[in-house]
């Protein structure tokens, strides 16, 4: 926390600087609608989306579709127009799921039968036909040992990196999964047709969440617009293949801890089989609309996003296995609720929509699939507000990505949400989350990328990462009222604005984004 404040202070002289000047060209919403923004709503509907009854609302899920149901509701008491297909609220699409078909795959060594995701869990979604003797490295570092073509069995030795304490899922977990690849890793190039790393104490401990993880498998969209710029055929992302050292095994499993005994001797029938199966689930995107009372400017639209999904039911860390998505993204969810009461009260010239994208957390799907194809034609989409994660952390910082180069895609919309935060929660802006460098590659982890890819201008606001980020601590209590009901007074505040300036905000031009 240290390091962020000193930062902080850096970086937000001359951000704050700006604001200022704008304010006064911007018309002030009535009073009344601003009012209609009330800590007391926030807090109850958050405590109903990002209950337990919700069960964590997971993409692909009857939980995802029973929280859309409950927000479409919400929207028509508001007076919300229904803007998805044929008269309804909703946009529905499917995912595209591939994962190793459990009931069709087979792990032996020996006469030993492994039980996937009881015993070893495979560490990719790869079609796999193995078929040789095991040979015992060790824990890997001694080149001698002549694993060409054999299944090699391995000790696992702590990540390369060092793996923080605090963070997504357990640590245990994350432990798991950078001590197979940094393991794994020690056989580069060495032509081993397999590996199965035996976990240590701390990745047995992970090894639960681990294959519980794998063996969801993959998420996509079929039509749906790029997350990241599309890589010309070959090229690797992530490193598989082709980088120094020579190719990294392809086919990788984590073997429980007590299973050493049974691997290790040399010489014993390898015999993997990973069959995928693919198969669609249903998501939906929810979609209202407040329609503008400008006869010119009521046929475009200002688009506040959120996303209703969150990461479900999982294995229990300290007993609790509802991963809720209070932050993430309960919050800004009710604060779409609370902007729409908002632009009810008090419409604007340009039109208003309001979108709850599903299945974000498996890859920005419904954005990716509302941004090919949108409910209104896409140039007639002004700007996209969106907002990932607004209730938590310090109650005087927040950040706004897309506010410098690369990501800044239009500065007159910035200078909008600048003027907005002036006005309302007057926040201290940390521009680090924004940038290309940041570890967490923070500025791609959410359902403004879709959009301002293809041309829009797109902001999100964010409270940014914290300890109990994609864990079952994400709760409703955790959540600071006061400063989630800032954050929706500013995300309103913006939006008014943009929804009533004569001129809609440009595009920056030769705005690219750098992946
Ligand atoms: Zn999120």
């Known amino acids: 926390m240290r390091h962020q404040l000193i930062t902080l202070a850096l970086v937000a ?11 006064a060209t911007y018309p002030a919403p009535p009073a009344a609608a601003m009012a209609a923004i009330r800590e007391s709503d926030l ?3 958050l405590y109903t989306l990002a209950g337990d009854a919700m069960r964590g609302r997971e993409a692909g899920s009857l939980d995802e579709l029973r929280a859309s149901m409950w927000i479409a509701d919400q929207l028509r008491a508001i007076g919300v127009k229904p803007a998805g297909e044929n008269g309804t609220y909703f946009q529905w699409w499917n995912m595209k799921r591939t994962r190793i078909a459990t009931g069709a795959s087979a792990v032996h060594v020996g006469t030993a039968a492994l039980a996937l995701w009881k015993d070893v869990a495979p560490a990719a979604n790869a079609e796999t036909e193995v078929a040789a003797p095991t040979v015992f490295a060790g824990d890997g570092s001694d080149s001698t040992i002549d694993v060409r073509g054999k299944v090699a069995v391995v000790t696992m030795t702590a990540p390369s990196q060092a793996v923080k304490v605090e963070g997504t899922y357990s640590y245990e977990y994350r432990y798991a999964a950078a001590a197979v690849a940094s393991t794994a890793g020690r056989l580069r190039g060495r032509g081993a047709a397999a590996v199965i790393v035996v976990a240590d104490s701390i990745a047995d401990a992970g090894f639960d969440a681990f294959a519980m993880l794998r063996a969801r498998g993959m998420y996509d969209v079929e039509g749906g617009a790029y997350r990241f710029a599309p890589q010309p055929p070959g090229a690797g992302r992530g490193g598989r293949g082709g ?5 990294a095994p392809s086919v990788v499993l984590l073997a429980r801890r007590s299973l050493l005994g049974t691997l290790r001797a040399d010489g014993q029938a390898g015999d993997i089989r990973l069959h995928l199966e693919q198969f669609d689930s249903p998501s939906v995107n929810i979609i209202g609309v407040v329609r503008g009372t400008d006869a010119k400017l ?12 969150h990461d479900g039911v999982r294995y229990p860390i300290a007993g609790d296995s509802i991963w809720n998505g209070a932050d993430d993204n309960g919050s ?3 604060a779409l609720l609370a902007a729409a009461r908002a632009f009810v ?6 039109s208003v929509l309001f979108v709850y994208h599903g299945a974000e957390e498996r890859g920005l799907l419904g954005s990716r699939y509302h941004a090919a194809h949108p409910v209104v034609p896409l140039s007639q989409i002004v700007a996209v507000l969106n907002g990932d994660m607004i209730g938590r952390n310090s ?8 506010i410098q180069p690369p990501h800044l895609n239009s500065s007159e919309l910035v200078a909008m949400a600048l003027a907005a935060n002036d006005k309302t929660g007057k926040f201290h802006l940390d521009s680090l989350w924004d940038r290309p460098t940041h570890p967490e590659m923070w500025y791609y982890r959410s359902d403004h990328v879709p959009y301002a890819r293809l041309g829009v201008p797109a902001i999100e606001y964010s409270s940014n990462l914290h300890p109990d980020y994609h864990t079952p601590r994400d709760e409703p209590s955790r959540i600071d009222y006061g400063k989630l009901t800032r954050m929706t007074q500013w995300m309103y505040l913006t939006g008014w604005y943009v929804a009533n300036v004569p001129k809609r905000p440009a595009l920056e031009p030769g705005f690219k984004l750098e992946r």
């Open 243 to 247: 980088t120094a050292g020579g190719a």
């Open 345 to 350: 009260k008090a419409p604007a010239k340009r």
């Open 43 to 45: 807090k109850r509907d």
């Open 395 to 402: 109650p005087d910082s927040a950040s706004l990505m897309g």
């Open 13 to 23: 002289a001359p951000l704050a600087a700006q604001a200022p000047k704008h304010a």
């Open 298 to 309: 009521r046929d475009e639209y200002v688009l506040y996003s959120s996303h209703q999904d």
């Open 332 to 334: 800004v969810s009710v």
